[in-house]
């Protein structure tokens, strides 16, 4: 089964391998002397960089808050997308950074997108990754707990199959149903039905 795993590592991976400009760099590392100084050089906010990704990503993925704060002031589009359509909201909540997805929720960031090659959802990505508190986060702004990546799992199967049952039980108290095990296999879902009976 594939999963969202290696999304962002390609992300990290064609970084190291791409010839990255100085406003990407900066964004990445969290240098905000270097960032500020692309931005007032002309660089613009909203460039890719030779593997397909956005400043605003790059920050969002690295966990550099003060970074994504300052290319949003600078006029970047919060649902600017990756060469596979995933936002830094996707990049925050798989990297687990719950500041960055505060922030780029508060900003208008689209909970429920799945406008991408994966239909995959911010949730998804965080439910994958066990990061029970941005999930939590996401679920309490109205993520849809149902919400089917392009193979058909959910957010608490994605989180099931990884053994993130923290995750997992916060979805079915949140109202997530188990998937069936004609889809899923019969050992999760009689995992996840345990987990549902009181």
Known sequence: MIFAKSIFLLVTLSANLAAAGQLHEAARNGNLALLTQALDAGDNVSDADEAGDLPLILASL?????????????????????????????????????????RLVAEGAAVNDTQNFYHMSPLHAAAEEGHADVAAFLVANKANIEATERNGYTPLTQAGWRGYWDVGEMLIKAGATCQKAELVGEPLYKECIKRKSP
Not at 87 to 94: R, S
């Open 62 to 102: 690295s966990g550099n808050t003060d970074a994504v704060g300052l290319i949003l002031a600078r006029g970047a589009d919060i649902e600017g997308r990756n060469k596979s359509g995933l936002t830094a909201l996707h990049a925050a909540a798989y990297a687990g950074n719950l500041d960055i997805v505060k």
